[in-house]
């Protein structure tokens, strides 16, 4: 077995340990773009763990972030990189999560395998990311040390979205275009709704998370949102809810759903016999849209467990995504019947 083929094989292993989700969507694509698609993942899944962790501090948080910047590049080897952080996060409770950063060689091996194509859409990604998620966790003391929570304004929260999940989405097109001429040939639309796919799965995570983040002292619900009803986010951490947390709630929830409606939009450009890619497509949004239905219909939860959607729920958003995956019309109508009872931004026509 070559060295190439064995790292596969771990990337391979390591995804349903690290994502379930995406272990679950990234084997409909297209062979020719499956390992790339999985590789960025657990690249992503690296940015985000040293973002996530609270054992290290910001200082530290910054370094490792630029360090992975230039093994991503190319700069430098990812041996030292993955022995640094794994000592650091030796007490990390995620053990799948820290058997990834152990073998970033054969992950990052696998990146330099790719076309230059390819590879140029995982570094920028990985390189917006990282530098995007050090700018808010600069952005994240500065607000503890003066005793404000969440981020301030809307397009704040647009802004952390996009360098989480909104790059995601532009390299995405970038893997689908290169990999497709008929897709090429959309790719204008396409760029100008990669953004808005990121944030609307982005923003229902963040919506449905919002109490498992407040455990680490972390929020990016955007103050501006909630000050126009009267609610001040810091009283999250009394879990101090009242209808003006709802008002702004269902704010947020109209805007996610505007963004999942452009998801949509995004997916039906795909040519229809690009049932891989679209079902990739489809069964995210799906599962998005009915989180978002659940916390349309209980705004005062208090565990991101009382909104996550059963195992059946998804089963069954798999089989009508298959069923209707080639039937624009269909889908569509499904999609405003699914998502009648959240609210609606007044952008959605």
């Known amino acids: 077995m070559s060295n190439l083929t064995a790292d596969l094989e771990f990337q391979k292993e390591i995804l349903p340990g690290v994502s379930r989700t995406f ?25 985000d763990t040293i973002e996530d962790t609270t054992l290290l501090n910001t200082e530290q948080k ?14 430098e080897t990812a041996k030292s990189f993955a022995q640094e952080l794994t000592t650091a996060l030796k007490s990390y409770s995620h053990q799948d999560e820290l058997k990834l950063i152990e073998n970033s060689t054969k ?7 790719f076309t230059p194509t390819q590879r140029q859409a995982l570094e920028r990604c990985v390189k917006i990311m990282s530098e995007g998620m050090e700018f808010f966790e600069r952005q994240e003391d500065l607000a503890k040390k003066e005793n404000r929570y969440g981020v301030a304004t809307m397009a704040d929260m647009d802004k952390y979205c996009y360098y989480v999940a909104g790059v995601v989405g532009e390299m995405l097109t970038d893997l689908f275009c ?4 008929e897709i090429n040939g959309n790719k204008e ?48 951490k009394c879990n101090d809810l009242d209808a ?13 759903h505007y963004h999942l409606h452009n998801a949509l939009k995004y997916t039906l450009l795909m ?15 799906g599962m998005a849209v009915l989180t978002l239905r659940k916390l349309s219909s209980n705004k005062n939860f208090s565990d991101s467990s009382q909104v996550k959607i059963s195992r059946n729920s998804v089963k069954a958003t798999i089989a009508v995504s298959n069923i209707c995956v080639k039937q624009d019309k269909i889908l ?16 959605l026509n």
């Open 23 to 47: 272990a679950l969507t990234i084997p409909q694509l297209p062979p020719q773009i499956q390992d790339a698609v999985a590789n960025a993942y657990l690249l992503c899944r690296i940015a």
């Open 62 to 75: 910054e370094k490792f972030h630029e360090q992975f910047i230039r093994v991503v590049c190319g700069d």
């Open 107 to 113: 992950v990052i091996n696998i990146t330099h395998s």
């Open 178 to 181: 290169d990999y497709s001429e």
């Open 189 to 236: 639309q396409l760029d100008k709704l990669a953004v808005s796919f990121g944030q609307g799965l982005q923003m229902t995570n963040i919506l449905k998370d919002i109490w498992d983040d407040q455990e680490r002292d972390t929020c990016w619900l955007p103050r501006e949102i909630f000050a126009k009803h009267n609610f001040d986010l810091s009283r999250l």
């Open 244 to 256: 003006g947390f709802e008002k702004g709630l269902e704010e947020l929830l109209a805007i996610a």
């Open 271 to 285: 040519p229809k016999q690009e049932v891989g890619i679209r079902r990739f497509c489809l069964w995210a949004i």
């Open 332 to 347: 569509k109508i499904l999609f405003s019947l699914i998502s009648s009872k959240i609210p609606k931004d007044k952008n």
